[in-house]
């Protein structure tokens, strides 16, 4: 009878059965081990799902906006400014228009919106005032709101968090940020512009944030009462129209029909039918446009899976060592299943069975503990007032791709073991258990191959970038340079991945000289490499990340110091003297109200003690100047009552900076592209020409003057801050009326981009800077008078001994509102070019350190468990306790250190390159105290926690004993 040697039927399914369940026994058997592995997985599953659904609740839902904007209305009118009538807006956010035809529309006349209210229903309005409050000395700004905020329409829109309604005729509700801001008490008096009022409550608006300060008014409250904005009877409600939102209260929907008739006429529709139920895409659309594709946050998407495939490397990199290590354990019982007859795949099956029982139970606690706490971080953020996150909005979709990426990399960390143990030698692994399987070239090879392509790929993207001279030319080709480099960089990172265990083997075979225990770790890491290389791996990858991103993080600090943009010279400031007021009904422009400097330089002087002087600058002021495009060629640039005229430097021909056709330097080391006002001088700015003496050259360039500048200032000439604008000893003043911009203009150096007026030439003296201040000099008196400048005291100039700090800046701010009221922000002040990045960069020490330390612990502590009995027979044999010790520092510095040098060869010449080549900064700046620290103290750090954690004796089972 001859023997049938085909399979049985389902002798596949229980073999997998079979796999299952020996390794679910393993899994019971070595719960630290297998805890090690579920964790390692499921911190980046759970910091995937937590931040991609922390993204996802920052999108607001149609449902969240209707409750939040509307309350229990029907719809929100709202004007808005449009230049025709052929706008269509977005059906769940009315503040988003689309259009065809944005061409302004001079017959088009927006409509009152409280004209275009469909009847049947009741009106509520909301309405917005600029108020002041006091505070101190200082009036304060803060946002009036005129609405019934407690009405039963509002629910879900307004919420009375605590106090009452009001109920007397100075009652007013406020925002908690008020009380915060001003330290009041339910209870306290508000002064406000508008009158004093007795706060009784706090209110929270679900579409702003608690911090803001809001104080609710009723219709009539304050001096002057505030009017009725329904009320067309009352001429001060005409202004009060222009930021008033009317909500319809009905049981009948708002339609879509009706929302594009509302915009139609310049006003723009929140309707709660509309919003919960869209219209087709085909009836959004306004005329002669055509449907455009959805976009997507596809780069933060790719972003975000890029980080998450980075994190699940790195951990399956470490979890491949502990199955490793487990593989290894199980060897004498694998040996005897394929004794028995089973297949390489049945064996194979085993191990990759403990990465489908440990993927699985961790990719979904992993995912349950992300959202648990994306939902709690959800619910802290919205208890504490804040709008950041509308609501808990998980997403099923990303939800399920993290915890495929986690699954995916647990049983890829699974599958190099388990691939290996099948291959073991049935006879060697029945006689010791503990037979190691040789290397196979394959690795190496393919790193040798991957290595060369990496280098040409780096060269390519090099030579691509030192042969393109025409900066055109470089910013066309910069998309391909980056490409081939960064490819090259993570070819570079693969390749000396795949070259790890050799460069293992040969630090074991040289290792005779060292002492006892280095010599024991690194021939240990040689012969289990199986648990060696991915830990060196992981650490290898983190140290790439970090040593690059330290270059990357420094060469752009570099760059930014250098490409510096000046206020001022270092500590000073400038304050405007002219303070702008609003328009008048009529479009025209008032005067300035003008500040006294003696009044603003006390108040600087009563806020900060290092304020060391104060200068008036007297600048060619632009005043009164009619802006209206109907009436500009009417009036002349300059009147008795009026000035348009901006002034700056002409630069002579031959002084141009060389641009290319698209408009870029060729060269930013060419004189004539450097200093003051270059390379792009542009129009400059009406504080850019200063008029005064040589105390002014001083306190303005930071340079004595020279005698060649006193005598130019004496001669009725100027101090030039740049010499590309001098020829011959003398330089042209160019004057431009700023009503009348020259567009699409060849030279913009040589006209300066308006329309020039007149041209003065004067006699000058060059006395550069040794910062590029913006200005273009000091002109004298005479000069001025002869280039026909109208000159005010424009700013003051302030110089401090110290940079301001919060609390002074703050000081500053409370003490200038009294003087500016509102009409000027905060006061800059120059800060110098020094960045310190040293804290950015020693957190990214900090996070290597963090990865490098883990993969050290962690390699260290499976090397221990896996040679315990090495180690009981080194105790057997009379060895010292504390060599225990010193094996497992070895170990981890061997990891460390190797990691270390070979991530920071991946990282630092990749980013150098990347910099050099790329454009991203002028110079490569390699910060060698981060990098020391990061090669050599992480290292040892991680030598020192392992010797000092490692206990020197082991309990002794009898086992072991030999009983």
């Known amino acids: 009878m001859a023997l049938d040697l085909k399979p049985l039927p389902g002798g596949r399914r229980q073999s997998f059965r ?32 937590g931040a991609l659904t922390l993204f996802q609740s920052t999108q607001e839902t149609a449902a969240e906006r209707v409750q939040y904007q509307l309350g229990n209305t029907q719809a929100r009118f709202r004007p808005m400014g449009m230049p025709n009538g ?17 061409d302004s529309d001079p017959d088009f006349r927006p409509e009152d919106p409280r004209d275009a209210l469909p009847p049947g229903y009741a009106v509520l309005t909301e309405s917005t005032l600029e108020l002041t409050a006091e505070s101190g ?169 890029f980080l998450g495939a980075l994190a699940l490397l790195e951990v399956g990199l470490l979890a491949g060592a502990a199955f490793a290590v487990g593989a290894k354990g199980q060897v004498r019982e694998l040996a005897l299943l394929a004794a028995s007859g089973a297949e390489n795949p049945t ?76 291959r073991q030698a049935v006879l060697g692994a029945l006689k010791s258990g503990r037979a190691p399987l040789s290397a196979g070239k394959r690795p190496f090879n393919l790193g040798l191959v991957l290595l060369v392509v990496a280098a040409a790929a780096q060269a390519a993207g090099t030579w691509l970038a030192v042969t393109s001279e025409d900066p055109d030319v470089f910013t066309a080709r910069t998309p391909v340079i980056a490409w081939f480099l960064l490819g090259g960089a993570v070819l570079g990172v693969m390749s000396l991945i795949l070259l790890t265990g050799k460069v293992v083997a040969f630090l074991a075979r040289h290792a005779a000289r060292l002492p006892l225990a280095p010599r024991m770790a690194a021939r240990d890491s040689s012969r289990n490499r199986s648990r060696t290389v991915p830990a060196i791996a992981a650490v290898l990858a983190a140290a790439t990340l970090a040593s690059g991103s330290m270059v990357l993080a420094s060469s752009q600090q570099a760059n930014e110091e250098q490409n510096h943009y000046w206020v001022g010279l270092k500590n000073q400031a400038v304050l405007p003297l002219l303070i702008a007021q609003p328009l008048l009904a009529d479009g025209t422009v008032p005067e300035p109200e003008a500040a006294d400097p003696a009044a603003v330089a006390s108040a600087l002087d009563g806020a900060l003690g290092t304020v060391e002087w104060t200068s008036v600058l007297r ?63 542009g129009q400059g700015s009406a504080d850019s020409v200063v008029v005064g003496t040589a105390a002014d ?60 007026t007149r041209r003065t030439e004067v ?57 500016y009221k509102n009409r000027y922000g905060s006061m800059h002040v120059e800060g110098g070019a020094e960045r310190d990045s040293s804290l950015i960069l020693w957190c990214i020490v900090g996070l290597g350190a963090l990865i490098t330390l883990s993969a050290a612990g962690i390699t260290t502590g499976l090397s221990m468990s896996d040679s315990r009995k090495d180690h009981v027979t080194l105790a057997g044999v009379g060895a010292a306790p504390r060599l225990r010790k010193a094996l497992a520092g070895s170990q981890a510095l061997m990891t460390a250190g190797i990691g270390t040098a070979l991530g920071s060869i991946a990282g630092i010449i990749p980013a150098v390159l990347l910099v050099t080549a790329t454009g991203l900064a002028r110079t490569a700046v390699v910060p060698w105290p981060q990098l020391a620290a990061l090669l050599l103290a992480v290292p040892l750090t991680g030598a020192a926690l392992a010797w000092v954690f490692t206990k020197a004796r082991l309990p002794m089972s009898r086992r072991s004993l030999g009983t």
């Not at 709660?272 to 009836?283: F, I, T, W, Y």
């Not at 100047?625 to 000035?643: F, H, K, N, Y």
């Not at 130019?712 to 000893?729: E, H, I, K």
Request: glycine share 8%.
């Open 619 to 681: 600048t060619p002021a632009i005043r009164n100047c009619e802006m209206r495009p109907e009436l500009v060629d009417a009036a002349p640039a300059q009147t008795a009552a009026s000035s348009c005229l901006q002034y700056s430097l002409a630069v002579p021909e031959g002084n141009e900076c060389p641009k290319t056709a698209g408009q870029r330097v060729l060269d930013p080391d060419d004189w004539r592209c450097r200093g003051a006002m270059r390379p792009y001088a």
């Open 347 to 422: 064996i194979r099956s085993v191990v990759l069975a403990a990465g489908l029982w440990l993927g699985g139970i961790a990719v979904t606690a992993g995912a349950a503990l992300g959202l648990a706490a994306a939902a709690a971080v959800v619910v802290v953020v919205r208890l504490s007032g804040s709008v950041r996150l509308p609501g808990f909005h998980p997403d099923v979709l990303l939800t399920v791709v993290a915890m495929v990426m986690g699954f995916a990399a647990c049983l890829l960390a699974a599958l190099a073991p388990a691939r290996q143990v099948a």
């Open 137 to 305: 000395a200082a009036d304060v700004p803060l946002v009036g709101r005129v609405v019934d905020a407690l009405s039963p329409a509002f629910e879900g829109k307004y919420t009375l968090l605590r106090g009452r309604a009001p109920d007397a005729e100075n009652d007013v509700l406020v925002s908690p940020g008020l009380l915060e801001r001003f330290g009041l008490a339910l209870g306290d008096q508000l002064k406000t512009s508008t009158g004093t009022f007795a706060v009784v409550g706090t209110v929270r608006d679900a579409g702003y944030s608690d911090s803001n300060s809001i104080v609710y008014l009723r219709m009539g409250q304050g001096t002057p009462a505030v009017p009725n904005p329904t009320n067309p009877t009352q001429p001060e409600a005409r202004d009060l129209n222009k930021s008033t939102l009317y909500y319809l209260v009905g049981p009948e929907p708002v339609t879509w029909s009706q929302v594009r008739d509302a915009n139609a006429v310049g006003i723009t529709v929140l309707s709660r039918s509309v919003a919960l139920n869209p219209p087709p895409v085909e009836d959004r659309l306004p005329d002669g446009m055509s449907q455009q594709p959805a976009s997507t946050p596809l780069v933060g998407y790719l972003t975000g899976a």
């Open 18 to 49: 079979v796999a299952m369940r020996m390794a679910r026994r393993d899994i019971r058997r070595h719960k630290g081990r297998s805890l090690l592995i579920i964790l390692l997985i499921m911190l980046p599953v759970a910091g995937m799902t």
């Open 86 to 102: 052929h706008m269509v807006q977005d059906p769940i956010d009315e503040t988003r228009i689309s259009s065809g035809n944005w």
């Open 697 to 756: 050259v001083e306190r303005l360039l930071g340079k004595a003057p020279t005698a060649e500048a006193r005598n130019a200032l004496a001669a009725g000439g100027m101090v030039v801050t740049n010499p590309v604008f001098v020829r011959d000893g003398r330089v042209t003043l160019v004057a431009q009326d700023v009503r009348k911009p020259l567009p699409g203009v060849a030279n913009a150096d040589a006209v300066q981009g308006y329309q020039e």
């Open 763 to 819: 006699a000058a003296a060059v006395l550069e800077p040794d910062v590029n201040v913006p200005y273009y000099g000091v002109v004298s008196p005479e000069a001025a008078a002869a280039a026909g400048m109208r000159l005010e005291d424009a700013a003051l100039l302030v110089q401090l001994s110290a940079y301001p700090d919060a609390v002074q800046a703050d000081k500053v701010s409370s003490a200038l509102v009294a003087i």
